[in-house]
């Protein structure tokens, strides 16, 4: 299985009424969203599936990808924070038939699985908010290979911009 994790795009700050599972996308985060899901199209990367986290800010970021031409995301609990990579591999079997699956999530819970899956134990790596990892799995099987991980600011300059660069 080709397994593609996006982290969630920027959301509202920590802190504001009604707790960390209702913070919704900002206006940087919607667009960051809308240029992942455009990078996936334009590389032939949409997924046969796509997976979210019930919370707000992920799934807003699965319903932008949705409009950019991935199918529609489902709502899975096991990816909500604190989601551990021995959990992810269990789930992930029930998905074995799928070639290419987006899981749209958070950190750390996706730097912990990332290590786990290379084999790493240092530390060091921190996925930041609409980032890509691409990596090769067999679930259950806890080793991967990595393919690339993209953070959002190294993907292609948003459509609207590159219109008004060519007018």
Known sequence: MNLLLIRHATADAHGLPGGDFSRALVEKGQQQAHR???FLKAHQLIPDLV???PVLRAKETAEILH???CPEPMIEQWISCGMTPETALHELT???RFKKVVIVGH???FSSLVRHLLGADFDTLRVKKASIISLKIAPPRSKGILDFLIPCKFLEPPLEREE???Q
């Open 67 to 69: 409009q950019e031409g």
């Open 36 to 38: 992942v899901g455009r």
């Open 107 to 109: 950190e750390p819970d």
């Open 94 to 96: 029930a998905f074995a």
């Open 51 to 53: 997976l979210s986290s």
């Open 164 to 166: 008004h660069e060519e």
